[in-house]
């Protein structure tokens, strides 16, 4: 018997050995430094020569690793592997794929430390962010584990006099994994988890900012006793790699999270049938998010101000799920502003290593620039209330952004900037911010802060959002019970950590023996 799925537990850092054990895996992870990182293909260390360095964006000159880095030889080389790997792991019992999964799980409560020190080395994380991070990834093996079990049992169909009916799910094939960095644990183990508990085999290539996380996914498998071909990890550049991945006739599926416009020529790319190619490509896309939070006039104040304050800046803004827009009731617009100013000001911003500091640098040089671009449009589009620099030389910073009075339909309320960058837009009344929160192209997570149980009635209506959360911020969703993904440009409908995730890698075989 197998224990009921039960989240995992967060670190509360302020405790002492929790505190001198996070210590001393950021030292243990800042020692390996100079470690050079093969890519794994079929069980095997490969080495191209062809080099990428890690770095730490609190930290600009810190190099993290150097890594080998796959071209279209390894990718060929990988997808052989993997194909020849598929013909036995399809047929291993599911319960025996759920333990290599669920031993991955355990291994990595082990490592729990050092994954965490190395997200906050290479991702620019927080300590709570990094362990939330780890936490997550926990979870999305031990749910999608117990997945499996659930859809290796008997289905219920409509018997048939005279016949015997099954409904089995069997794997798709060989499929590229493709991650951001923003979550560079959880994402990526969770995307990579469900594929091969399934029964798939793997190419992964990690988001090219945080390669060596990706990594310890490989050893960590690895450890669990995957087989040689399963998991082939394949770092490359997106722009030089990719197209080739996904175009490759004996792709099978795409598992992608990352931006809209990436997001869309995946889709595009492997929607066009290439000479050899068997099958319509199956495309999980999960993307952007341009997220408000709506606090009406009969709010608690305090909580949503708390609220809009973590959603907007934790981990810098760049979460899918970050609130970017503000949407407030006139009649305590200007009492909300006020007061959500004075908190971020108490936001302490600088290398996160030290957890004294709560916001870190943005993930690279470009991404901070394109935020610099974004605030340069806001001081034209809207009033800047706090922030609107870069932070300490050192590193990738950009201080907690917001501009006041910036209309619905401003480039700032549309465009995701992935960064600390708040619009505050003033609506009339509810329905209006509700219009408001709705007149974008995505549609990821959205909240509401409002006392009137008519108007939440309203929001869980007409609030066009794949997560949408009453009285509460609009990040944090947990594995199991909040099932996450957005509609429209935020993907393909799909609900990571949700019961309908696993189906996405899994075909349905309907047999009838006539008795
Ligand atoms: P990108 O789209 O830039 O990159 C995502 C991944 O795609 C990376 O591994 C990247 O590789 C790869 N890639 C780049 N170009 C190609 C290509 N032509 N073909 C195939 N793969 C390619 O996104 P970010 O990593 O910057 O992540 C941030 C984005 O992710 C935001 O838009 C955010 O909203 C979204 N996101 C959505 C989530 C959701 O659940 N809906 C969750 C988390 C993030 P490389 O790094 O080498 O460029």
Redesign the pocket.
């Known amino acids: 018997m197998i224990s009921e799925f039960k989240n995992t537990a967060y670190l509360d850092y302020s405790v002492e050995a929790n505190r001198q054990a996070m210590e001393s895996a950021l030292k243990q992870v800042e020692a390996q430094t100079a470690r050079e990182y093969p890519l794994f293909i079929d069980g095997k260390d490969v080495r191209t020569g062809e080099l990428l360095k890690s770095y730490n964006p609190c930290e600009k000159t810190q190099v993290l690793g150097t890594f080998h880095m796959a071209g279209r030889k390894e990718v060929d080389l990988a997808m052989q592997a993997a194909l020849r790997a598929f013909e036995s792991w399809r047929h291993v019992d599911p319960k025996e794929r759920a333990i290599v999964i669920f031993k991955a799980a355990e291994i990595m409560r082990r490592r729990r430390h050092e994954l965490s020190a190395l997200m906050v080395l290479e991702a620019g994380k927080n300590w709570n962010e990094a362990d939330g991070d780890t936490a997550e990834a926990i979870d999305f093996l031990e749910f999608y584990g117990r997945e499996m079990l659930r859809y290796s049992d008997r289905q219920p169909l409509v018997p048939a006099a005279g016949e015997f009916v099954e409904q089995i799910y069997i794997p798709l094939g060989v499929g590229?994994v493709?991650?951001?960095?923003?979550?560079p644990l959880a994402?990526l183990t969770g995307m990579t988890g469900a594929a091969i508990v399934a029964g798939n085999t793997v190419l992964l290539?990690?988001?090219?900012?945080?390669p060596a996380i990706g990594y310890r996914l490989v050893e960590i498998f690895q450890e669990a006793g995957l087989p040689p071909g399963v998991l082939n990890y394949i770092?490359?550049?997106?722009?030089?790699?990719?197209?080739y991945?996904?175009a490759h006739p004996q792709t099978r599926f795409?598992s992608?999270?990352?931006?809209?416009?990436?997001?869309l020529?995946?889709n595009q790319?492997a929607a066009t049938h290439s000479p050899g190619q068997i099958w319509v490509k199956r495309v999980i896309?999960?993307?952007?998010?341009k997220d408000a939070i709506v606090v009406d006039d009969t709010a608690d104040l305090a909580a949503a101000v708390e609220g809009v304050a973590l959603a907007a800046f934790g981990f810098q803004g760049?979460?899918?799920?970050?609130c970017s827009r503000a949407i407030i009731h006139e009649k305590i617009y200007e009492e909300f502003v006020e007061r959500l100013v004075a908190r971020v000001r108490k936001i302490t911003t600088g290398p996160v290593a030290d957890r004294a500091n709560w916001m870190g640098a943005v993930?690279n040089a470009s991404?901070q620039q394109k935020m610099l671009e974004y605030i340069a449009i806001g001081k034209r589009e809207g009033q800047l209330v706090s922030g609107g620099e870069k932070g300490p030389e050192a590193g990738y910073f950009v201080m907690p952004t917001i501009f006041k009075d910036v209309a619905a339909n401003a480039r700032l309320s549309c465009e995701?900037i992935?960064g600390p960058v708040l619009a505050v837009t003033k609506a009339k009344d509810f329905e209006q911010a509700l219009a408001f929160a709705n007149a974008t192209e995505y549609g990821?997570t959205g909240a509401v802060y409002t006392r009137d149980r008519d108007k939440i009635v309203l929001a869980k209506r007409d609030f066009h959002v794949g997560n949408l959360y009453i009285n509460r911020k609009c990040t944090g969703a947990l594995v199991g019970v909040n099932p996450?993904?957005?509609f429209n440009m935020?993907?393909t409908d799909?609900k990571?950590g949700g019961r309908d995730y696993l189906l996405l890698f899994l075909q349905a075989k309907a047999i009838a023996e006539k008795l």
Not at 178 to 183: A, C, E, K, L
Not at 256 to 263: A, D, I, L, N, Y
Not at 285 to 289: D, H
Request: proline share 7%.
């Open positions: 590229a493709i991650p951001p960095w923003n979550f994402i290539k990690p988001a090219s900012d945080t770092p490359g550049s997106g722009s030089k790699i990719g197209d991945l996904v795409i992608f999270t990352g931006s809209k416009e990436v997001g020529r995946i790319l896309a999960e993307m952007g998010g760049q979460k899918c799920s970050a993930i991404a995701e992935f990821l996450f993904g957005g935020s993907g799909s990571a």
